[in-house]
Antibody, heavy 119, light 107 residues
Framework: QVQLVQSGAEVKKPGASVKVSCKASGYTFTNFDINWVRQATGQGLEWMGWMNPRGGASGFAQKFQGRVSLSSNTSTTTAYMELSSLTSDDTAVYYC????????????WGQGSLVTVSS | DFQMTQSPSSVSASVGDRVTITCRAGQDIRRWLAWFQQKPGKAPKLLIYETSTLQSGVPSRFSGSGSGTDFTLTITSLQPEDSATYFCQQAHALPRTFGPGTKVEIK
């Protein structure tokens, strides 16, 4: 069965970077995009970007341009999201989600990784 | 960015009731709309994509309709396990954007 398993919770200081991992299993990793969506406590869902593990193509929401980096390791079927220059506004649960039909639909999601930014 | 709105923001209904949630897009998104269900502390779950196609395993009491800018999610015969927050999401353009959510509570 398709599974996306994310790394654990992180606490970071303002100005630092965080790297969240997303281990995929149960399907051919290179055949589907991985998207990243975040959710601040009690808030809505915010799409951050997508990447294709096969060729490395990616795209980002403009507000994260220059601050987010998406990567993957096809040998370990793991995707990564790194966010830099953290502020308290980046405190949120970060989800990876498998994208289908050019990342139109997100059919499987990881369990989420809580990132807390605090001095 | 394509702005998405939802109404109502919350609804309280009894088991067996019919519940309808509306999602409106700021621009024509044709039928590029999905619905998600999210329970507290859990990841969102895809219910419906392309406006009306039920994701595998989703109960048939969930249905979606609409096109252009106005869409609805209907839950016929509400069940206790349907207590959750429901989000719509447009897939017509990047960046993908979500509605603010509708909280469904059981009376």
């Amino acid at each position: 069965q398709v599974q996306l398993v994310q790394s654990g919770a992180e606490v970071k200081k303002p100005g630092a970077s965080v790297k969240v991992s997303c281990k995929a299993s149960g399907y051919t990793f290179t055949n589907f995009d991985i998207n990243w969506v975040r959710q601040a406590t009690g808030q809505g869902l915010e799409w951050m970007g997508w990447m294709n593990p096969r060729g490395g193509a990616s795209g980002f929401a403009q507000k994260f341009q220059g601050r987010v980096s998406l990567s993957s390791n096809t040998s370990t079927t793991t995707a990564y999201m790194e966010l830099s220059s953290l502020t308290s506004d980046d405190t949120a649960v970060y989800y990876c989600a498998r994208g289908v039909v050019s990342s139109s639909w997100f059919d499987y999601w990881g369990q989420g990784s809580l990132v807390t930014v605090s001095s | 960015d394509f702005q998405m709105t939802q109404s109502p923001s919350s609804v309280s209904a009894s088991v067996g009731d019919r519940v309808t949630i509306t999602c409106r897009a700021g621009q024509d998104i044709r039928r590029w709309l999905a619905w998600f269900q999210q329970k507290p502390g859990k990841a969102p779950k895809l219910l419906i994509y392309e406006t009306s196609t039920l994701q595998s395993g989703v109960p048939s009491r969930f249905s979606g309709s609409g096109s252009g800018t106005d869409f609805t999610l209907t839950i016929t015969s509400l069940q206790p396990e349907d207590s959750a927050t429901y989000f719509c999401q447009q897939a017509h353009a990047l960046p993908r954007t979500f509605g603010p959510g509708t909280k469904v509570e059981i009376k």
